[in-house]
């Protein structure tokens, strides 16, 4: 199907675990995004894309790693899950240029660090 | 640094209309956006800006003033279903490539 997904849709994990959250678009936007959305924060960039091996920290990277080997694939690696990195995980595509071209976003991924 | 501020809630009544603002600042300003979200949904595109000025789309409108550094998103004849959250998001071009810098969102109540 065309669009944006990610998985899991749910995750529950301890501490200190590693966690890795996919997310694949199949539009071929050359930009994407991780951002985590959290109650009086709002949605706070993480990583983001512009394209194939290229990524940028945003606001909040600490804790997190990303790679995109391929244009459609955007993975998000906590490497030691915290407690504070419970979060609802939000990632998003748009097309390279500036001009129109809104921000896609996925379902979420509604991660819990116990 | 980039800062945007949007209040944090609202109530309005259905079939009135109702304008929420954004203040953002921001050195590589490239556009400004507009996103509803549902609690528990992903957001949804509502407009975007990068003249100066009013764009229209059906019940919703949302201005810009980069002078002033100000939008707001305008929504008339209000239906329960626009009862949603509304991000201001910019898009800065300050580090040579495109990323959006959200505020943290209004909660729009509307009620019957």
């Known amino acids: 199907d065309a669009g944006i997904t990610q998985s899991p849709r749910y995750k529950i994990t301890e501490t200190g675990r590693q966690v890795t959250l996919m997310c694949h678009q199949t539009w071929s936007h050359s930009y994407m995004f991780w951002y985590r959305q959290d109650l009086g924060h709002g949605l706070r960039l993480i990583y983001y894309?512009?394209?194939?091996?290229?990524?940028d920290k945003g606001e909040v990277p600490d804790g997190y790693v990303v790679s995109r080997s391929k244009t459609e694939n955007f993975p998000l690696t906590l490497e030691s899950a915290t407690r504070s990195q419970t979060s609802v995980y939000f990632c998003a595509s748009s097309e390279g240029s500036g001009g129109p071209h809104e921000q896609y976003f996925g379902p979420g991924t509604r991660l819990t660090v116990t | 640094g980039q800062n945007i501020d949007q209040p944090t809630e609202m109530t309005a009544t259905e079939g009135a209309i109702v304008q929420i603002n954004c203040t953002y600042q921001t050195s590589g300003f490239n556009g400004l956006f507009w996103y509803q979200q549902h609690a528990g949904e992903a957001p949804t595109f509502l407009s975007y800006n990068v003249l100066d000025g009013l764009e229209e789309k059906g019940r919703f409108s949302s201005f810009l003033s980069r002078s002033k550094g100000y939008s707001y998103l305008l929504l008339k004849e209000l239906q329960m279903k626009d009862s949603a959250s509304y991000l201001c998001?910019?898009?800065?071009?300050?580090?040579?490539?495109?990323?959006?810098?959200f505020g943290t969102g209004t909660r729009l109540k509307v009620l019957a």
């Open positions: 998001a910019v898009r800065d071009i300050t580090s040579g490539t495109y990323k959006y810098i």
């Open positions: 894309s512009a394209a194939a091996d290229i990524t």
